[in-house]
């Protein structure tokens, strides 16, 4: 603290902190209010906080005008605040992507011409939203057996489409969803301990939102989103 005594507030903090400090100092000083706002500035331990900050003129027994100031050191609550308003937003994006995970789903049951409708809307979504997949899976019979067949789909390969042309209930994510007849999210793939996740890996998938599509209370396919990147 006696370091600070008799020194210009320049010759204490880098130009990018003292600047803002001594423009607050100046309003109290020209316009004779008190002054609360959040400055940034060094802790005791070095490390950069927020301060929550009230200034406030003083005038001496000689009428000269000085400046006093009291802080009080916000970082945490700050942080807590940033952290909770992130958490809010994952939150409310979250629910609003399965909320059009769900519309779409209602659209897909409706529409005569469900192959135009998923082109068209993942082509509006695709950037939007962050997506490189969309697989749209009817029941169908397959060598005498009930399974998943992949009747719309983007940004897989010929290949890939070979493989999982059809699944068995129960195989992959989307097989997982129309055996649960639940919605599936997985928001990190790559951590998945999930066994029906290996075709998500395979693909690089990181993240995967799956719906089922039921009508009248009978299981009709799947549709699923997933993306690269998210």
Same mark, same amino acid.
């Given at each position: 603290?006696?370091?600070?005594?008799?020194?210009? #507030?320049?010759?204490?903090?880098?130009?990018?902190?003292?600047?803002?400090?001594?423009?607050?100092?100046?309003?109290?000083?020209?316009?004779?209010?008190?002054? !609360?706002?959040? =400055?940034?500035?060094? $802790?005791?331990?070095?490390?950069?906080? !927020?301060?929550?900050? *009230?200034?406030?003129?003083?005038?001496?027994?000689?009428?000269?005008?000085?400046?006093?100031?009291?802080?009080?050191?916000?970082?945490?609550?700050?942080?807590?605040?940033?952290?909770?308003?992130?958490?809010?937003?994952? &939150?409310?994006?979250?629910?609003?992507?399965?909320?059009? +995970?769900?519309?779409?789903?209602?659209? +897909?049951?409706?529409? =005569?011409?469900?192959?135009?409708?998923?082109?068209?809307?993942?082509?509006? &979504?695709?950037?939007?939203?962050?997506?490189? /997949?969309? /697989?749209? *899976?009817?029941?169908?019979?397959?060598?005498?057996?009930?399974? +998943?067949? &992949?009747?719309?789909?983007?940004?897989?390969?010929?290949?890939?489409?070979?493989?999982?042309? *059809?699944?068995?209930?129960?195989?992959?994510?989307?097989?997982?969803?129309?055996?649960? $007849?639940?919605?599936?999210? #997985?928001?990190?793939?790559?951590?998945?301990?999930?066994?029906?996740?290996? #075709?998500?890996?395979?693909?690089?998938?990181?993240?995967?939102?799956?719906?089922? &599509?039921?009508?009248?209370?009978?299981?009709?396919?799947?549709?699923? /989103?997933?993306?690269?990147?998210?």
């Amino acid at each position: 603290k006696n370091k600070a005594i008799n020194k210009n #507030i320049f010759e204490l903090y880098p130009a990018q902190i003292a600047q803002p400090l001594l423009d607050n100092i100046r309003m109290v000083a020209e316009t004779n209010q008190v002054v !609360e706002t959040i =400055e940034s500035a060094p $802790r005791t331990d070095g490390t950069l906080g !927020e301060f929550l900050v *009230y200034k406030f003129p003083i005038a001496d027994a000689s009428g000269q005008r000085l400046v006093g100031g009291v802080a009080i050191d916000i970082t945490e609550r700050e942080r807590a605040l940033r952290e909770r308003q992130l958490a809010e937003q994952a &939150l409310q994006e979250r629910s609003e992507r399965l909320k059009l +995970l769900s519309e779409t789903t209602s659209d +897909l049951l409706s529409t =005569e011409r469900p192959l135009d409708l998923m082109n068209s809307l993942f082509s509006k &979504l695709s950037a939007q939203m962050d997506l490189h /997949f969309y /697989f749209h *899976y009817l029941i169908d019979t397959h060598e005498n057996k009930q399974k +998943l067949r &992949l009747v719309a789909w983007n940004g897989i390969t010929d290949q890939v489409f070979q493989a999982i042309q *059809y699944l068995e209930f129960n195989e992959g994510m989307c097989g997982q969803v129309a055996e649960e $007849r639940r919605q599936v999210v #997985i928001n990190n793939v790559l951590y998945s301990a999930h066994p029906n996740a290996q #075709i998500l890996h395979n693909l690089g998938i990181t993240a995967y939102a799956g719906q089922p &599509l039921i009508a009248q209370g009978k299981l009709l396919g799947v549709l699923s /989103f997933a993306s690269r990147t998210r």
